[in-house]
Structures are given as structure tokens and as C-alpha cells.
DNA sequence: CCAATAATTCGATAAATATCGAAATATAGA
DNA sequence: TCTATATTTCGATATTTATCGAATTATTGG
């Protein structure tokens, strides 16, 4: 993962929406969760949602698939992956922040 | 870490100048540098580095001494680990987004 | 085909961020 | 004590970000 991404995804992360958005669908896990269900869950309207889904997805972290009317966001693990793997190299010194005991 | 100190420090990481300067600190280690040398190692005039050095103290993700005239900072790992940890646990669907081959 | 639903895009605006030079503060050494 | 060095604070400005309502686009069901 190239530095410049990685300043985007941290950029996605780092807004109160945002992480909310984020985690919502890291617990819906695969199957996603529509807009409109996100929006009302974070309490912001359709078109403020709609701008932080587009940052997220700009920056890789979620993706999207339509269903009927529903357009149904959902966590990218892969990119959050590489996120983390990337701070673990990077920024922990080599040895992983993250100890044993809550990684294994 | 409360969602709002990560969201502070997600922050403070997700800027090209500052994502470089804490990758500096991490590899100096405990010894940490001074600002004039993160200011020249980066490119960036001092006044412009006292600001993203602010950024990232008032993240709590780096500490800062007095050794003479120079103010040397330096990584807070401990910071670190809580943020990788709160990842882990909030936005990697409980399992460890980095692999145990990356981790263990 | 038309009305209703789900989302996004568009403008406009307020707030936060990043940048820099100049001035101020603190420390060390002659 | 004075001067030089290291850093921060201040003031000004440009850019980016967040917000919302209104208008637009896409899809479904009658």
C-alpha cells in the first residue's frame, strides 16, 4: 500500500461519521447495508450521507452494489487489511503494536 | 481509547508531512529527534513543523523533552498500540485484519 | 407510462486545516 | 550580560472539508 492511500484511508477514518459509517458495516459484515439504512442509523441526511460514503469509497474502504433502488455499501476487509498491515510496518517499529495475546 | 481520541489521531497520521514525520520517529526509536531535524528531514519550514508537531502531541501520539536549546520528540508507542488495538477490535470485524503470518 | 422510492449531484455556506514569514520566547555560550 | 540558536506563537491567506436543501438520476410496481 502506497503512502498516498494510506493518508486517504486514514483521512476516511478520521471523522466522526465516518467511523461510525465504517464500523456499522465491519459489524454487517459481508452482506453490507444500504444507504438509506446508514443514513438513518447515523442520523445525517440522504445527501450528507451520500458524501461521506463517496469519501469512504474513494479511499477504498468500502465498496458498493446496487440491489433494486438500494445501492448496498460494504466493508472492504482487504483494504482495511492492507491499512493495518501497512501501520504495523510503518509505524509500530517493525514489531507489531498489536501484542500476541490479542492477536492469536 | 475513546472513539473520539482515535478519531484525533487517525487524523493526526492522515497527512502526507505528518504521516512522514511520525515513520521518523518510529525508526528513531526512544531516542526520538529534535524539531529542526524532522523541519529539515521533511522540508518543511519550522513554523509549519511546530504546527504539525502540535497536531500530533495534541494526539497524545508523540511526547516531546527539553535537551538544551533543542526539543527533541519522539514516538509514543504505547499511543500507537491502543489505536492499532482499537482497529483491530472496531474495524476488523473482531478477527485481526493483519494475518498471523504478518502478526505472530 | 407514471407515481413513488432510493440515492446522488449541485449550489451555497460555514468551519477546519495547511502554509508561510515575522515576531516572540527560551536556552546556551562567550 | 549580550548574542546566537532552537522553537513556538501570531497574523494573514488559501485550500479543503462538512453540512444541508433542492434538483436530478435510476429503478420498481401499479
Known amino acids: 500500500m502506497e503512502s498516498h492511500a494510506v493518508i486517504r484511508a486514514l483521512g476516511a477514518?478520521?471523522?466522526?461519521?465516518?467511523?461510525?459509517?465504517?464500523?456499522?458495516?465491519?459489524q454487517a459484515g459481508p452482506?453490507?447495508?444500504?444507504a438509506g439504512a446508514l443514513s438513518e442509523a447515523?442520523?445525517?441526511?440522504?445527501?450528507?450521507?451520500?458524501?461521506?460514503?463517496?469519501?469512504?469509497?474513494?479511499?477504498?474502504?468500502?465498496?458498493?452494489?446496487?440491489?433494486?433502488?438500494?445501492i448496498i455499501y460494504s466493508a472492504d476487509f482487504a483494504a482495511m487489511n492492507a491499512l493495518m498491515a501497512y501501520m504495523t510496518e510503518n509505524c509500530c517499529g517493525g514489531a507489531p503494536c498489536v501484542t500476541a495475546t490479542a492477536c492469536c
Chains 1, 2 share one sequence.
Do not use: C, K, N
Open 42 to 70: 447515523v442520523g445525517l441526511p440522504a445527501s450528507s450521507m451520500s458524501f461521506h460514503l463517496a469519501q469512504l469509497s474513494h479511499a477504498g474502504l468500502v465498496g458498493q452494489r446496487r440491489q433494486g433502488r438500494s
Open 13 to 26: 477514518l478520521a471523522q466522526e461519521h465516518r467511523l461510525a459509517v465504517f464500523r456499522l458495516l465491519v
Open 31 to 34: 452482506d453490507g447495508l444500504p
